[in-house]
């Protein structure tokens, strides 16, 4: 059945979504500019962290799709695992993408208020809260006794320190699974598969405690003053679902291509599965975040989602559970919707945009705060910014995927069992 | 007239079993059905059974789990006996959405369990119906309805040259009553 496929097919990136993905830069890299030059400096950098944490958490779900299929020593994926793979390749880049971002925002400072109304102080352009100069100084007019209490977690040497620390790692790891797995072409057998696991187990393990640490830091930390433990998790299942999204729709699209045709409804049925499930994990870890805070009833804790609450983000609260909830749930619950690559297709794109909707409403409300309207809340600076980091995404993964010398693992052990996939 | 009722065909391998459902399909022998102890990928389609249903009971009792328990708690909280919790509104949703996310849950689990006992004739204590016991264990077998399907004798040559290990003219249908 699958012996007139041809393993030593190479992916090539040229032609249309080459000159797409550069022009969708190009669009990204001028929204990015007009936003400064007009004074919006702050939306622009809570955007430029959004995107850049949405590419480097995708890339990194990537190592963690690898490595997961390893250490499970699943089978049914060994035939696609080049699309993940290549996200693991990119994640350096994004690594570093994001680090820049987190870097000039941390460094570059302008006048700005702390909280609406408040008065101006000159304070970065992210994370002011807890690295505004003087912040954990007593005697300072800007002293923040709470702060002063997280400071031996939140100081700049020691954030920056754990973002390297972390996101070097992952990226480590990507590129040994990456490594393993193209000496496997030329080498076969057991030997570099009996690597991979061992490093896979290694990953996940040091993956697992560290990913809600990483997001504590890149996210939650833009409001210092509340804390939420169940937050990395939450953050955890929006970068799987959305990881799993890009895979399926990239394999799709690949298949339209004229590439990997040797994946069938049933790899596709089973990515679906993930997605579908995910997303109700996502939903499970949200509530539950929102539960405990609506229970309990601290202010301190309530804060947060008060913010959430103000009419001019409450229309995008409430898409948010639509979009990433309900959607999934009504439209890929049935096997034959799973298995219709169009609806699954669609149902990808509709959880990308989700769960920037997602990272959207973790950011904003705590940093840019609410302008005039709902509607203005997501204006051209947001979807010129999104335009540009897909686009950024496309081709720099696509440019990685390229690389690879055969688009197949072509001696990885369980190759059989995923080209005779069947469910 | 033979008092054969069923022709079981008892094979050692599941491949030379589907040789052998391809070869009674080749001579139009039809085939009431295949027993197997464990899943064999592609007779479904071989046999053209259709895709189970089992998904859609599951989804309806989860719907009637959720209704049920979301009614329940409505009942109880709001209607018949409403008490002040933290000064909340006596109908405060969220706090109505863990039992009714854990009744769902558990009626499809229970509703699915009960609805595959139902239709496959199964429940604790009751002594399952086989055709042979083995196919429980280590054979897999092919039940071929003996009425009407003659002569006996091809279709015993039909399974034997397939690869069929033993075949069987059983005068009734099941070897285990209770």
């Known amino acids: 059945m699958s012996t007139h496929n041809s393993f030593d097919e190479q992916f090539e990136f040229t032609g249309k979504v080459k000159t797409y993905s550069l022009a969708a830069i190009a669009v990204g890299v001028i929204t990015i500019l007009a936003g400064f030059l007009t004074g919006a400096g702050e939306r622009t950098f809570a955007n430029l962290l959004l995107m850049g944490y949405y590419f480097a958490c995708v890339c990194m779900a990537g190592v963690f799709f690898c490595a997961l299929q390893y250490v499970a020593q699943a089978g049914w994926s060994a035939s696609l695992i080049r699309v993940p793979q290549a996200f693991a390749k990119t994640l350096p880049f994004a690594a570093t993408l994001l680090l820049v971002i987190i870097l000039c925002g941390l460094y570059f400072t302008h006048k700005t208020t702390l909280e609406p109304g408040g008065e101006e102080v000159v304070a970065p352009y992210l994370y002011k809260l807890w690295a505004l100069a003087g912040v954990t100084t007593p005697g300072n007019p800007h002293f923040d006794p709470i702060i002063t209490g997280k400071s031996v977690f939140l100081n700049r040497p020691f954030f920056i320190t754990r973002l390297i620390v972390f996101m070097g790692s992952y990226a480590i790891f990507g590129w040994l699974l990456v490594k393993y797995s193209e000496g496997e072409d030329e080498l076969g057998g057991m030997f570099y598969y009996r690597k991979s696991f061992t490093i896979s187990c290694l990953f996940l393990v040091i993956f697992g405690f560290t990913t809600p640490i990483f997001a504590f830091d890149a996210i939650m930390s833009l409001e210092a003053h509340w804390f939420s433990t169940m937050f990395g998790w939450y953050n955890f299942a929006a970068m799987w679902v959305s990881c799993l999204a890009i895979i399926t729709l990239t394999i799709i699209w690949l298949r339209t291509q004229g590439y990997m045709q040797w994946i069938s409804q049933d790899h596709l049925h089973n990515l679906g599965q993930l997605m579908f499930g995910f997303s109700i994990f996502w939903t499970y870890v949200w509530f539950a975040q929102f539960l405990l805070i609506y229970y309990a009833n601290i202010p301190e804790e309530t804060v947060y989602f008060v913010r959430r609450w103000e009419p001019e983000f409450k229309p995008w609260f409430w898409l948010n559970i639509v979009i990433n909830f309900l959607a999934p749930l009504l439209v890929i619950m049935s096997r034959d919707s799973k298995r219709k690559t169009n609806i699954l297709a669609i149902t990808c794109g509709i959880l990308i945009v989700g769960h920037w909707l997602d990272y959207f409403m973790m950011i904003m409300p705590g940093t840019v705060r609410a302008t005039s309207h709902w509607y203005t809340e997501i204006s051209v600076l947001e979807i010129g910014i999104f335009v540009g980091f897909v686009g950024l995404f496309i081709f720099t993964t696509l440019n990685a995927l390229s690389k690879f010398k055969s688009i197949i693992p072509k001696k990885h052990p369980f190759l059989q069992e995923s080209l005779h996939h069947h469910i | ?178």
Request: with cysteine; proline share 6%; charged share 20%.
């Open chain 2, 1 to 178: 007239m033979s008092s054969t009722k069923y022709i079981l065909g008892i094979f050692d391998d599941p491949d030379e079993l589907m040789h052998g459902i391809d070869k009674l399909q080749k001579n139009s022998v039809p085939i009431y059905d295949v027993y197997s102890p464990c899943p064999i990928h592609g007779i479904d389609a071989k046999l053209g059974i259709k895709d189970s249903r089992l998904g859609y009971a599951a989804f309806m009792f989860g719907c009637l789990g959720g209704t049920i328990m979301f009614s329940m708690v409505y009942y109880m909280l709001v209607h018949d006996w409403p008490i002040n919790i933290g000064g909340k509104n006596a109908f405060a949703i969220p706090d109505f959405v863990p039992v009714t996310f854990e009744w769902t849950v558990l009626w499809t689990a229970f509703g699915m369990t009960f609805t595959f006992f139902f239709a496959t004739h199964l429940f604790p204590g009751r002594a399952p119906r086989v055709m042979d016991l083995r196919a429980t264990n280590d054979k897999f077998i092919i039940a071929i309805d003996a009425k009407g399907n003659t002569p006996h004798a091809d279709i015993t040559n039909l399974l034997k040259e397939a690869g069929a290990v033993e075949v069987k003219h059983n005068d009734r249908k099941y070897v285990s009553y209770e």
